[in-house]
């Protein structure tokens, strides 16, 4: 489903309010979210972490799957399975947005069916209270959105000092066996040799901008690679499972038609 972000307002949304996600269903095609540096303990404790670079731009992400498109963390019934749920999920469905004027406001995606009349059922939060003040619960999430975009500079500057001490290095990942083999593309890892190697000087420079904590998570979080293998394999047998036609089936397609065979039904 295609995203529709528009600015909170108390001309448009006065008499709507907003229901917080029940599930993570709508990140289920999502296989890597960025992180920020807070989050970072929490989150390499449970998900392998990694960096993907964009043009000039390097990310700090989580991984959740091993392939585009395919949430590995989302689970039977949009469960989430992973033991911690990244920041940016966690604001769904806000975001900030910059205006012309350079300033930040908070936008709410529309098209998330967590944006309803304030008239229907009794669940949900108002986006504005009687006087047409901010309600309690959207000044909450005000607060929570803000603080996770401050922290975005700080993360970039510190994986910013991560890439100039040299210390990423592609990450051999490879997904299947045999004829099904695959390597995953695009994900870049701390070369512990390299971090092991830095001087006196470049080790204190990367501590004040921030970047050994991220460099140490990220040689830490892998060990949760296994995790996430073990998952795409179950989830690969399970499609194969789905796809299989059983010998016997009273579906008869020899002809290329579909036929009933009504013996299989008359059978005693």
């Known amino acids: 489903m295609t995203a529709d972000f528009h600015p909170i307002s108390r001309e ?3 008499a709507k309010k907003w229901l917080a996600a029940r599930d993570l269903g709508f990140a289920a095609d999502r296989h890597l979210v960025p992180l920020v540096s807070a989050e970072i303990g929490h989150a390499a404790r449970a998900l392998p972490l ?30 989430w399975l992973a033991l911690y749920t990244p920041a940016l999920l966690r604001s769904h ?4 947005a910059k205006t012309e004027a350079d300033k930040f406001v908070l936008c709410v995606d529309e098209a998330s069916g967590l944006v309803i ?3 229907v059922g009794e669940a949900g939060s108002p986006f504005f209270d009687a ?12 607060e929570f959105v803000s603080t996770l975009q401050q922290a975005e500079q700080p993360t970039a500057k510190a994986v910013q000092a991560i890439e100039a001490a040299g210390l990423l290095e592609p990450w051999p990942i490879t997904t299947g066996e045999g004829a099904e083999a ?15 190697a830095l001087d006196a000087n470049a ?4 501590r004040q901008s921030g970047g050994l904590p991220i460099a140490y998570a990220q040689l830490i979080s892998a060990g949760n690679l296994p995790m996430l293998s073990g998952l ?7 499609q194969a499972a789905r796809m299989t036609v059983p010998e016997k089936s009273f579906l008869n397609e020899e002809d290329g038609s579909l036929k009933i065979d009504w013996n299989t039904f008359l059978k005693d």
């Open 182 to 196: 695959a390597q995953v593309q695009g994900l870049l890892r701390i070369n512990e040799a390299a971090l092991n």
């Open 203 to 206: 080790l204190h420079q990367l």
């Open 93 to 96: 469905p806000f975001r900030l």
């Open 117 to 119: 009349d304030s008239a």
């Open 131 to 142: 006087q047409g003040e901010i309600a309690p619960e959207t000044a909450k999430m005000m």
């Open 12 to 14: 448009r949304h006065s």
């Open 232 to 238: 795409l394999m179950a989830s690969r047998k399970a």
């Open 50 to 79: 990694a960096f993907v670079k964009s043009g000039n731009i390097t990310t700090l992400v989580a991984v959740l799957g091993l392939t585009p498109g395919h949430n590995l963390m989302v689970g039977p019934n949009n469960r």
